[in-house]
């Protein structure tokens, strides 16, 4: 029953491809475009200081005929300096002894030299129907820090636009009408049409505001760090986000409620707000919760950080507020200072950040971290203060 | 001075001051009524006189309005497709140059931008719907529209000297400005309206006020002088358009130069491929338009 609804689903897609391949032209040129990445990262931590610098190169390859684009990136990432890290060393003795003496191989982990196609997608589209098909940038919501409708990715707060990996599925877009379109993705994996990720989504413009609802079913997978591997579950998210204007600011927001198949169902939501100022200044405010994280510090658990760093859960601590403050101090030097903090905990992570475009193709990008909470805490000094020198060249 | 002596000669009343050619008509019935040749040669003279009287007194009737009615309209022709090429020039003299294509429809009331050059920005999309009211930007690398609010319009567009407002914004110069024609003058070697425009109470535009300057023959302006939203005294910015070229039967100024004052920067923007004979799409103007 299962192979013959996602056989059915792919005879639908192959329908829409035909339609859609018919009046192809011939492929232009292949663009050959991309940036290289050096990047140093120095860390002090409990009076020692660390360095790990690493480059990357990011070639994008992407034709395109009049309805027609092929896309894919290949990435190649190069590691030096410190490439062997115990993950435990940034938690806690509390922590630590958690851990049973036969686990803790796992938490030993190395920057191995990595060279992998990210995007391999090929988009067919036509003026009301676009389809989709490989591994492919998925991006929803409307959070800048971070997005509880978006389980395809995982942003890090301290760094919030770089880039995400691809994902694979089969993706539909259909323009309904003007500022009105519903997607569909159907993501495969081995169990079949049950197990595989299956999203619906609706997007619709009314005066200044976007509003979206979005269902998802899929898979989800926590690991459990005592004894490997973990649970697998359905999960059904069901999502609505906004964005628009108030009051002369701009305001947005998103949640999600998720139903979980066998573990306690959940909620997450975001709500932000931003504006410009006359000198250019810039602010933005976010508040996060997300009810699958711990409210009392003193609960947290090995299980708690590494789904958080594997971006199993979104946050390790339920209420979050998130800063941002940008001013353009030349018009080639952007000043930024980040800030989250966690009103469960009272920590806070700063990150000054100084965006330079040196020259015509590239960018300069100088970050610091700083956290402030003590021993145990979501933002503790434990996990190291330092910054990061990232250049990119594009070519 | 002159009309007023016709209509106190003639006795017609006031309501002649709105209808110039009826100051004629009338005095050429009170020369005719004798006949003889003196009054003939008297009546030639007075036609020639009269004839620039009222073509000049036409002219003065045009108002403010409609002069920015009539630039708007040029400026802003039902649809264009263009590639454009902007130039900025820092303080320090280090230049940034971007490559776009440039779409617009419904005279500028929808309109796309779309980053050739350089890398560094290569297809990040800008979609701007009713005059720049709503902006949504697009980003290649992670596939994410984001929506800003109309205070993002105040943002320099790719740290230039030209904000969204500038660049998105059709209709500016009527809807959020009240015009008043301050006379004619000569700017840049042309004889040129010189009107100024005063903020509306109920408009969020960026600048206090206006000065333009709009060459009288094709109704395009030569310069705009944006002068400080809290200071009104202050000099913003300067912008400069020139080469006028006619494309398909639109007169067009190929270069503009923006002068930021305050911070002693330089951005102009040129046309390296226009044309006004398009039929765009308007599924161009939509989140599947940008990404396409």
Redesign the interface.
């Known amino acids: 029953m299962r192979s013959a609804a996602s056989f059915l689903i792919f005879v639908g897609f192959g329908i829409v491809l035909s339609f859609l391949i018919i009046p192809v032209a011939n492929a232009e040129e292949l663009d050959i475009?991309?940036?290289f990445e050096p990047q140093f990262i120095l860390l002090y931590r409990e009076g020692q200081s660390y360095q790990m610098n690493s480059d990357k190169l990011r070639v994008d390859l992407q034709s395109s005929a009049s309805n027609v684009?092929f896309g894919a990136d290949l990435i190649y990432n190069l590691y030096y300096g410190k490439k062997n890290w115990n993950i435990l060393d940034f938690f806690s003795e509390e922590i630590r002894n958690e851990v049973p003496e036969a686990m803790q191989y796992y938490f030993l982990v190395e920057f191995k030299d990595t060279l992998y196609l990210d995007n391999v997608y090929v988009r067919m589209?036509n003026?009301?129907i676009?389809c989709t098909f490989g591994k492919?940038?998925?991006?929803l919501g409307?959070g800048y820090f971070s997005n509880p409708i978006d389980v395809f990715n995982f942003k890090d707060a301290l760094d919030p636009?770089y880039?995400?990996t691809g994902y694979n599925g089969a993706r539909l877009?259909i323009?309904l009408r003007?500022?009105t379109?519903v997607m569909l993705l159907y993501s495969p994996i081995e169990g079949g049409w049950k197990d595989s990720g299956k999203l619906f989504r609706l997007?619709v413009g009314l005066g200044?505001f976007?509003f979206a609802v979005t269902g998802y079913e899929f898979q989800d997978h926590l690991t459990d760090f005592y004894s490997l591997p973990g649970t697998r579950e359905r999960r059904r998210l069901a999502g609505l986000e906004f964005?628009?204007?108030l009051f002369?600011?701009?305001?947005?927001g998103e949640g999600a409620y998720n139903f979980m198949e066998t573990s306690d169902d959940f909620y997450e939501f975001l709500l932000g707000t931003?504006?410009?100022f006359?000198s250019?200044l810039?602010v933005l405010l976010e508040y996060h919760r997300n009810e699958r994280g711990k409210a009392r510090y003193e609960d947290y658990n090995i299980n708690d950080w590494l789904r958080f760093y594997l971006g199993e859960n979104k946050t390790i601590c339920q209420d979050q507020i998130y800063a941002m403050v940008s001013y353009?101090f030349?018009?080639?030097i952007n000043l930024q200072l980040l800030s989250i903090f966690s009103v469960d905990d009272g920590s806070a992570a700063v990150v000054p950040v100084i965006d330079y475009?040196i020259f015509?193709?590239v960018?300069l990008n100088i970050m610091g971290n700083v956290f402030t909470g003590g021993e145990g805490k979501a933002y503790n000094s434990r996990l190291g203060n330092g910054f990061i020198i990232r250049a990119?060249v594009?070519? | 001075m002159l009309l007023e002596k016709f209509i106190k000669y003639d006795g017609l009343g006031e309501d002649l001051t709105t209808k110039p050619f009826n100051y004629l008509t009338a005095f050429v019935r009170k020369l005719y009524g004798g006949g003889n040749m003196l009054r003939k040669v008297l009546l030639f003279f007075v036609l020639v006189v009269c004839s620039g009287l009222i073509a000049e007194e036409t002219e003065e009737k045009i108002t403010a309005e409609e002069i920015i009615m009539t630039m708007t309209e040029t400026l802003n022709p039902e649809q264009s497709e263009a590639v454009m090429e902007m130039t900025?020039i820092?303080?320090?003299g280090?230049?940034?140059?971007f490559v776009y294509k440039a779409y617009s429809k419904n005279k500028g009331e929808k309109s796309l931008m779309k980053y050739l050059e350089?890398?560094?920005v290569?297809n990040q999309t800008v979609l701007m719907l009713n005059n720049a009211?709503?902006i949504w930007t697009y980003?290649p690398?992670?596939?994410?529209v984001r929506?800003?609010?109309?205070?993002?319009k105040?943002?320099?567009v790719q740290?230039?000297d030209f904000s969204y407002e500038d660049l998105g914004s059709s209709n500016e110069f009527i809807d959020d400005y009240n015009s008043v024609l301050l006379g004619e003058e000569e700017k840049n070697g042309k004889l040129c309206y010189k009107l100024e425009l005063a903020k509306k109470e109920d408009s969020?535009v960026?600048y206090s006020h206006l000065v333009v300057w709009v060459e009288k023959d094709a109704y395009v302006p030569l310069v705009i002088d944006y002068y400080h939203?809290?200071d009104p005294e202050l000099l913003e910015k300067e912008l400069v358009l020139s080469d006028l070229k006619v494309i398909d039967n639109i007169p067009t100024p190929m270069k503009m130069v923006m002068y930021n004052k305050l911070?002693n920067?330089t951005t102009s923007m040129g046309f390296r491929e226009l044309t006004y004979d398009v039929n765009l799409?308007?599924?161009l103007f939509?989140?599947?338009g940008m990404?396409?």
């Open positions: 475009f991309g940036y684009e589209s003026s009301k676009a492919q940038q998925i991006s409307t636009t880039e995400q877009d323009m003007d500022r379109s997007k200044h976007d964005v628009g204007e002369g600011l701009g305001f947005w931003d504006y410009t006359e250019g810039y353009p030349t018009d080639l475009n015509e193709n960018d990119r594009y070519f | 900025m820092t303080s320090g280090q230049e940034r140059t350089p890398g560094r290569k009211d709503d980003f690398k992670t596939k994410r929506k800003l609010a109309t205070h993002a105040r943002q320099k740290g230039s969020d960026g939203e809290k911070d920067t799409p308007d599924d939509t989140e599947m990404k396409k």
